[in-house]
């Protein structure tokens, strides 16, 4: 018998039994709960190996195949084989299969002399957790529907093993195992409510019956056993020919096979609400809800070929074909209809913040970018609209859904979605309506006071990208001074107050690099001042500061300035710089400026 010793190595232990004619496996899950798995052993078993990884016994209910060829019983769980069996003078056949003959679930299973071994092997660091996770087994399928459909991330599980007279124990032993798991690892949030963080709690799970036989073959699902996955609509989304525990290490793999659900439910969710001439508003809203809140698991390529792929011995139900150019059209009348609203609709809201984030339905379902353009800016519109009710609605969606709807503020999250869509402007008609568009919704939260200093910083960014290729940069200049004369000069904003001053520092620093923007030189000059009474001494704003000095005509005050910026140089300072303002010194004091 291979053994894991206290310090995790592998160790041999060989013993002698008595000739038997049954062989029992037991696995401990918590708190006592044990596991038992009866075999029958065949007349001629001479040597048993049993190879144990714990990791591998963690999801127990071993089933096995009789290798006559290699004379090895081997008893698997999982991928590998933890038990073989070594079986002498056994002729060649053909492979024949092996299961547990009888499961069992013990609350408090124990042997002579396990308490002792307990406390001189096990001396827990902390406590045992106190919290008991529990699914709850429905006794019919259309009620196993019903609690799926209410809790909107998970999927059900249905599992068919009529040909099986343990059916029922082996299922009510892998729940049992799945409980004792789920309570010892279940990662949990306390909400007001009690609910949980959906970390690994991703499925319900569901035993059919003779009841559902007409289901099954509406289905046409034949084969026993046989493991189905169903979306909360009761929707076949992957089937495969197995039965749960052998399976049970691909449901839980969250980043491949839940992913893959979850896209192939929004899609074939949003085929059928916009092919349903009876659809209703509200349907049409959480069909896009419910792509544009697809978990990162989901992400990664969800092309059409990719996703119609099984996997992982999964058969995928075949996805739909969506038309680029009729879902645009659908989301643009959606947005239209919506622009006159008086009241919030949270869920429309959780569409468009997604999806102006390039994280919405259209990244989902067609698996590309998309340029900001007028339904964007709609989208947007609607935002600024309800803002307050949508900060408001933050600690909500937290509680409900166990997520941020945004992180700062939503002027901020607006901010960074220009910020980061916005590049490049071109120069074309849809370039056009980006850069219109963007400028007008900083207008508008202007307008709203709902500017901050992101947002601010964002907003001189955008009408800054195009300065090395201008002529100018008076647009961006007005904006600034406008904003210093507003906010920095009269001390409005208080926080982080080293952000300013290299904000001012830039806006500055374009007046020294072009003459065009000269006419801005005395506002740089008390911006650069500005930088200096937050960042006294610092290097690169005295330079600003010395160069434009000079072009205004104070010539020794530059001098002055300038020598104090080089004599601030040190190692810290690339060569190229510190090289460059010592230049400038130079031609200072030489009067070549």
């Known amino acids: 018998m291979t053994m894991v010793d206290s310090k995790e190595k592998a160790i041999n232990a060989d013993f002698e039994i008595e000739r038997t004619d049954y062989l029992y496996l037991v696995f401990e899950v918590y708190n006592g709960t044990a596991v038992t798995s009866k075999y029958a052993l065949p007349k001629n078993v001479s040597e048993l190996i049993i190879k144990y990884e714990l990791d591998l016994l963690s999801f127990s209910n071993l089933t096995g195949i009789f290798d006559k060829k290699k004379a090895?019983?081997?008893?698997?769980?999982?991928?590998?084989?933890?038990?073989?069996?070594?079986?002498?003078?056994?002729?060649?056949?053909?492979?024949?299969?092996?299961?547990?003959?009888?499961?069992?679930?013990?609350?408090?299973?124990?042997?002579?002399?396990?308490?002792?071994?307990?406390?001189?092997?096990?001396?827990?660091?902390?406590?045992?957790?106190?919290?008991?996770?529990?699914?709850?087994?429905?006794?019919?399928?259309?009620?196993?529907?019903?609690?799926?459909?209410?809790?909107?991330?998970?999927?059900?599980?249905?599992?068919?093993?009529?040909?099986?007279?343990?059916?029922?124990?082996?299922?009510?032993?892998?729940?049992?195992?799945?409980?004792?798991?789920?309570?010892?690892?279940?990662?949990?949030?306390?909400?007001?409510?009690?609910?949980?963080?959906?970390?690994?709690?991703?499925?319900?799970?569901?035993?059919?019956?003779?009841?559902?036989?007409?289901?099954l073959l509406k289905n046409k699902i034949t084969n026993t056993p046989s493991l189905m996955i169903l979306n909360n609509n009761g929707d076949v989304l992957a089937t495969a020919k197995y039965s749960t525990t052998q399976?049970?290490?691909?449901?839980?793999?969250?980043?491949?096979?839940?992913?893959?659900?979850?896209?192939?439910?929004?899609?074939?969710?949003?085929?059928?609400?916009?092919?349903?001439?009876?659809?209703?508003?509200?349907?049409?809203?959480?069909?896009?809800?419910?792509?544009?809140?697809?978990?990162?698991?989901?992400?990664?390529?969800?092309?059409?070929?990719?996703?119609?792929?099984?996997?992982?011995?999964?058969?995928?139900?075949?996805?739909?074909?969506?038309?680029?150019?009729?879902?645009?059209?659908?989301?643009?009348?959606?947005?239209?209809?919506?622009?006159?609203?008086?009241?919030?609709?949270?869920?429309?809201?959780?569409?468009?913040?997604?999806?102006?984030?390039?994280?919405?339905?259209?990244r989902r379902f067609f698996n590309k970018d998309r340029v900001l353009d007028k339904t964007d800016f709609l989208a947007i519109d609607y935002l600024l609209k309800h803002y307050d009710a949508i900060e408001k609605m933050k600690p909500e969606f937290l509680e409900r859904e166990g997520m941020q709807l945004f992180y700062g503020s939503l002027s901020s999250k607006i901010s960074y979605v220009l910020r980061e869509r916005s590049f490049p402007l071109e120069y074309s008609e849809q370039g056009k309506v980006k850069e219109v568009g963007i400028y007008a919704v900083y207008k508008k939260m202007m307008a709203m006071g709902k500017m901050n200093f992101e947002c601010y910083r964002d907003y001189f960014e955008i009408l800054n990208r195009g300065s090395d290729s201008s002529i100018d940069d008076l647009t961006f200049l007005k904006e600034f001074k406008s904003y210093f004369n507003s906010y920095l000069s009269t001390g409005k904003e208080k926080q982080n107050p080293v952000n300013y001053a290299n904000l001012a520092n830039s806006a500055a620093w374009l007046v020294v690099l072009k003459a065009t923007n000269s006419s801005f030189i005395k506002d740089a000059i008390t911006w650069s001042e500005y930088s200096l009474i937050i960042e006294k001494n610092n290097l690169y704003y005295l330079d600003t500061l010395a160069q434009l000095y000079y072009k205004n005509g104070q010539k020794q005050k530059a001098i002055r300035t300038q020598t104090l910026a080089v004599n601030f140089l040190d190692a810290n300072v690339d060569r190229k710089t510190a090289s460059e303002m010592r230049e400038t010194l130079n031609k200072m004091q030489n009067d070549n400026y």
């Open 247 to 362: 399976k049970i290490n691909q449901i839980y793999d969250v980043c491949n096979l839940y992913g893959k659900l979850k896209i192939i439910d929004a899609l074939l969710f949003f085929y059928q609400t916009v092919k349903n001439k009876k659809t209703t508003d509200a349907a049409l809203i959480l069909a896009f809800k419910k792509a544009a809140t697809i978990y990162e698991a989901a992400y990664g390529n969800n092309d059409e070929t990719s996703l119609n792929e099984n996997f992982a011995n999964f058969k995928m139900t075949k996805v739909v074909t969506l038309q680029e150019k009729e879902v645009v059209r659908i989301w643009k009348e959606l947005i239209e209809s919506h622009q006159k609203d008086t009241t919030l609709n949270k869920d429309l809201v959780v569409a468009i913040l997604n999806e102006i984030n390039n994280d919405g339905f259209y």
């Open 72 to 215: 090895e019983l081997q008893i698997f769980n999982l991928k590998k084989n933890p038990v073989v069996f070594l079986i002498k003078d056994v002729p060649t056949a053909e492979f024949s299969q092996f299961k547990a003959i009888e499961n069992k679930i013990f609350s408090n299973w124990t042997y002579p002399g396990k308490d002792l071994l307990i406390k001189e092997d096990y001396e827990p660091d902390e406590p045992a957790s106190e919290f008991i996770f529990k699914f709850k087994i429905e006794n019919s399928l259309k009620a196993a529907i019903a609690v799926t459909k209410s809790e909107e991330y998970k999927f059900l599980v249905v599992v068919t093993d009529n040909k099986n007279p343990a059916a029922k124990t082996d299922f009510d032993t892998f729940i049992k195992i799945q409980e004792e798991e789920h309570s010892g690892s279940m990662w949990r949030v306390e909400l007001t409510d009690g609910a949980l963080m959906p970390t690994y709690d991703l499925y319900n799970f569901y035993l059919a019956t003779a009841d559902d036989k007409s289901w």
